[in-house]
Antibody
Framework: QVQLAQSGAEVKKPGASVKVSCKAS????????FSWVRQAPGQGLEWMGW????????KYVEKLQGRVTMTTDTSTTTVYMELRSLRSDDTAVYYC????????????????????WGQGTTVTVSS | DIQMTQSPSSLSASVGDRVTITCQAS??????LNWYQQKPGKAPELLIY???NLETGVPPRFSGSGSGTDFIFAISNLQPEDSATYYC?????????FGGGTKVEI
C-alpha cells in the first residue's frame, strides 16, 4: 500500500541543522509532488514548501528561504527536508505529505490535496 | 499571503448532531480548498478536496460546500470517532495556508 515513512525524532541545539527523511513506497515515486508541513506544540499547521519528485523543482515559504532545502533521491524513493540555523521556535512535528496532483499554469502552481502523509518527526531545539 | 479564517475555534456537540464549520478566505480562491481531520498525536487526513469532493474512503456524513471566499464543512450524524481538530487549507496561491483549526468535542 501507499506509505510515507519518516525518520525518527531529533534533538538539536540552537544553530545546528536537521535533516528529516521521508521514504515513499507503494506507487511510482516520480508521479507526485511532496510538501513539508510542520506543527509547533499545541499550534496549527504551517506549510514549509514543496518539491517535485519528477524534476526536483522546489517552492519554499518566504520566511524559511535560505534556511530550508528540500531534495529527493529517486534511487531510494526518499524525500529530504533540511533546516539549518535552528531556533527554539523550530521545535515542531514535521510532516511530509504527498499531493494528489500538481497543476502548473503560466503564472501559478496548484498543489492539490495532500492525501498521503508521513507519521511525523518530532524535532526539538533546545540548549 | 491568503489568510484563512475558521470559525468556531472549538465546539461541543452530541452523538447524532449535525455540526458546521466555516472557513473564510481573505480573497477569492475559487474552489481551491481542502478540509483535513487531525486526531491527537496523528498526521492530518484529507477528507474533502476541491471544496466539495469526498476523498475515497471517507464516510458520506462529511461534506463541504462553497466557492470564492466562503466555505462550509459539515458533519452530519456526529459519531464519537469524529472527535478531532479540523482544518481548511487553500491552494489557489502560494504559500499554501491553513485555517487556525476547529476542535470538535463530542
Amino acid at each position: 500500500q501507499v506509505q510515507l515513512a519518516q525518520s525518527g525524532a531529533e534533538v538539536k541545539k540552537p544553530g545546528a541543522s536537521v535533516k528529516v527523511s521521508c521514504k515513499a513506497s507503494g506507487y511510482r515515486f516520480t508521479t507526485y509532488g511532496f510538501s513539508w508541513v510542520r506543527q509547533a506544540p499545541g499550534q496549527g499547521l504551517e506549510w514549509m514548501g514543496w518539491i517535485s519528485a519528477k524534476n526536483g523543482n522546489t517552492k519554499y515559504v518566504e520566511k524559511l528561504q535560505g534556511r530550508v532545502t528540500m531534495t529527493t533521491d529517486t534511487s531510494t524513493t526518499t524525500v529530504y527536508m533540511e533546516l539549518r540555523s535552528l531556533r527554539s521556535d523550530d521545535t515542531a512535528v514535521y510532516y511530509c505529505a504527498r499531493h494528489s496532483k500538481t497543476g502548473i499554469s503560466a503564472t501559478n502552481y496548484y498543489f492539490y490535496g495532500m492525501n498521503v502523509w508521513g507519521q511525523g518527526t518530532t524535532v526539538t531545539v533546545s540548549s | 499571503d491568503i489568510q484563512m479564517t475558521q470559525s468556531p475555534s472549538s465546539l461541543s456537540a452530541s452523538v447524532g448532531d449535525r455540526v458546521t464549520i466555516t472557513c473564510q478566505a481573505s480573497e477569492d480562491i475559487n474552489n481551491y480548498l481542502n478540509w483535513y481531520q487531525q486526531k491527537p498525536g496523528k498526521a492530518p487526513e484529507l477528507l474533502i478536496y476541491d471544496a466539495s469532493n469526498l476523498e475515497t474512503g471517507v464516510p458520506p456524513r462529511f461534506s463541504g460546500s462553497g466557492s470564492g471566499t466562503d466555505f462550509i464543512f459539515a458533519i452530519s450524524n456526529l459519531q464519537p470517532e469524529d472527535s478531532a481538530t479540523y482544518y481548511c487549507q487553500q491552494f489557489d496561491n502560494l504559500p499554501l495556508t491553513f485555517g487556525g483549526g476547529t476542535k470538535v468535542e463530542i
